[in-house]
């Protein structure tokens, strides 16, 4: 080991593991190696026993080149692969450290009874690792009487949790009934467990609760939630074939519910197979198929979901629907006895399922990942001319290409109200509301970890209702009773269809070992320690780690009591960060004020019937439930994060390593198109590059993207400063306007609806930060971590 390194120890390990190597409880269930727990006969024996095995916890960090391998933590460095020098380490360490005077430092500083140390306790006073680590250091300073300290050890040897494991996403139900008949009783919804004081203490931290939308009996015509595998099964099922699409019998479309026949925003296939001439092409491309999914940026799934080709019958038994294919967002209709109609709807995958990586890489279409290839506002345009009058409904979706703003509730709040007509206190305030704008739409994979949905934690995670926002029946949306009745029969099974998707696995190589530090880092690194001088003020509650919000995943910290309150908890995440906490950019969650929260609560969505009982379940926001908790942005779950790029609420961060690192954040970037095909090139517009070998940085844990300088594909004085970070006079006045007007946003988004040049349509896949509601700061609490730290926690998130 490098003596000069040592030299600079003189602080005693100012952080014995220093603050990347956390808080331990040391909790884990030990046996000896017979089963029977009785107590070590040697100091060797307790050395190998119950103290070398949490060393593999510190040799995670503590070795040449680890986040440990700095100036105050380098008198407790271990050999990353020779266990045979640890016992020889600990006791030279332990000498430089002053050996026990009384007690050693190593336990002071380890356990949180001396400060410095901004890494938590890993041998915590009082539980089995301190007294094992206790005794044997008293065995160094005495071994003649060793014999009789280790007779009151007992525990017999610790067999540790991993640090790496993920459930990735879904239900914990789905996981229970993989292998239980019907009949077998589901075990409590983790998510109820997220109650007031249920994380009081806790590493990880709630702050906002769950709330039963379903448990009043007087809520005619709505399913409760199932209770047994049975009832999960059969509710799935119904929820799969409202879902799924795919041509499917019984498909959800928008606005229509699951009646296939007769409704307006319905597109003929003639007009669908007419598309390409709106591209300034000559013919009918051979990969026509191919070509729309990349210049709407809607995927091909990988199931068969047909379409006829022109002069094809959709009913010829021999090409049963036809031998074309959609992409996901669309689905052929079905007649009363199931026939093809040869019409087409459009389906909820517009935005709730993306692409990762390509089949061959591992990767591919997923159901569930937030869809940020897709420009909506350009399909629909088109969509629209080619002969679907009604595409301008579209104009709710997006500035540029992967955002959207689909969750622009005080518009429907205001067609939407269960008393009619409002003309109370908080009209005003609505109207004055603004707009959401620019959005990332959340993985559907996370909402089985998710107490409460939306970016600013807006709905109850049950308020089943607003998920099918887009399928209700027009009569519904403008509270008519018919289309609020299919809501009420149909919410709960396609909730319980999304709760069933599971996040997909990263597809590249992982560094194990990168990995376990990452874990430890992720689950205990205080960000708000002692020396790190963080910008942000410190959030009440938690221990001030990325766990703290974002929820606990490791094996070895959701089975560990000071996490969690049960292990069945595991990736739960509900907590909302206030916005002197988080500073991203708040249009979001500044439109959703209190009126909007209120009209919320008179709407249909928001479960009017169950305001002011005990089973409320309106917007969570309104005053009368949050209560004291400052409004903000909910931290979400993050299982899959590493396919759900770019970050932050409104995806204006392109990678993992500049929402860590916030000074390398771009100010105005575009990710790397696919290659157009051979032949095409300048011809036709591509989507974002999904595949894993071109476009994906392993390191950044993100896609590739260009930096862009004021002016290539932004106007100068307009959009951006030339030479400047600064945002523009001109966009500062639209902020205020499209920030205080109800539907001023949305009327700036018409011109899409103009005709749209090749380079237009280019051009949309820049984002610029200095648009309203597109601003890219914040999160840099972050700021604090070393870049060796960094590299940890990236790697870490490839596992979840």
Known sequence: MNSAKRAHGALVLATLLVAACGDYSGRSEGVSGDGSGSSPRSMGELFASQVQPRLDF??????????????????????????????????????????????????????????????????PAGSDAYKAMDVLLKCFENESTCTGLLGGIGGGAVEERPLLGSRHGGHLWFDFCQDQGDDA?????????????????????????????????????????????GDLRASWAIGDRLMRGNGGEGSGTFFAGDKQEGQFLQMSIDAYNRLWRFWGLNERPADFDYLVAERYGMPLAPYPNPYPLPDEDPNDPL??????????????????????????????????????????????????????????ALMSREVGESGLSPGVIFALFGTSRGTNNASDVNVFFLANQNTGLRLDQYTLGMLLSGS??????????????????????????????????????????LGGQSGEDWVRAHAQHADKWILSLKSPEYPLPVDTALAERGAILFHSKDLWGAGLDNPAPRPEGGNGSCASCHGAYSPRYVHDA??????????????????????????????????????????????????GTEHDCGPRNREEIRGDRPLGYLAPPLYGVWASAPYLHNGSVPDAWTLLKPDERPKIWRRVSTPAPEGMEGKVVMGYDVSMARAYDPKKLGWKYDALAC??????????????????LVQRVLHALYGNVLLAWNLGQLPIFLQVSQQQAEDRKIYNTHLYSQGNQGHDFAAVLTDTEREAIIEYLKTL
């Not at 008198?75 to 020098?85: A, E, G, Y």
């Not at 979001?588 to 169950?610: C, H, M, W």
């Not at 002016?711 to 523009?728: A, E, H």
């Open 711 to 728: 002016g290539m594909g932004t106007l100068p004085f307009i959009d951006c400063n030339p030479g400047s970070d600064s945002t523009p």
């Open 562 to 611: 000071s996490y969690l309150a049960d292990p069945s908890m595991e990736g739960v995440a509900s907590n909302i960060a206030a916005h002197e906490v988080i500073r991203t950019d708040r249009r979001r969650a500044d439109t959703n004020n209190e009126a909007v929260n209120q009209y919320g609560s008179t709407s249909f969505l928001g479960y009017p019937e169950t305001i």
């Open 436 to 477: 959401t704008a620019s959005g990332d739409t959340p993985s559907w994979w996370n909402m089985g970890s998710r107490p409460l949905k939306f970016q600013d934690g807006y709905f109850a995670g049950d308020s089943s209702r607003v998920d099918l926002i887009f399928y209700t029946p027009i009569d519904g949306v």
């Open 58 to 123: 510190c040799r995670s960090c503590h070795v040449d080149g680890g986040p440990g391998d700095v100036e105050n933590g380098q008198d407790f460095m271990l050999h990353p692969t020779d266990k045979s020098q640890d016992m020889a380490l600990l006791r030279l360490s332990w000498e430089r450290l002053g050996r026990n005077n009384p007690t050693s430092r190593i336990l002071l500083m380890a356990s949180g009874q001396e400060t410095p140390h901004s890494g938590g306790a890993p041998w």
């Open 319 to 376: 090409k049963p629907g036809g031998s074309g294919q959609l992409p996901a967002f669309m689905t052929q209709l079905r007649g009363p006895n199931g026939e093809w109609t040869g019409r087409v709807g459009f389906t909820c995958h517009a935005c709730h399922s993306g692409a990762a990586g390509l089949p061959e890489e591992g990767g591919g279409f997923h159901y569930g990942l937030g869809n940020n290839l897709q420009d909506i």
């Open 185 to 229: 009783v589901l075990p409590p919804d983790p998510r109820s467990r997220v109650v007031p004081g249920a994380s009081d203490g806790k590493a990880v931290h709630f702050n906002a609760y769950w709330a039963d939308c379903h448990a009043d009996p007087e809520l005619v015509g709505e399913q409760a939630q199932p209770k047994t595998c």
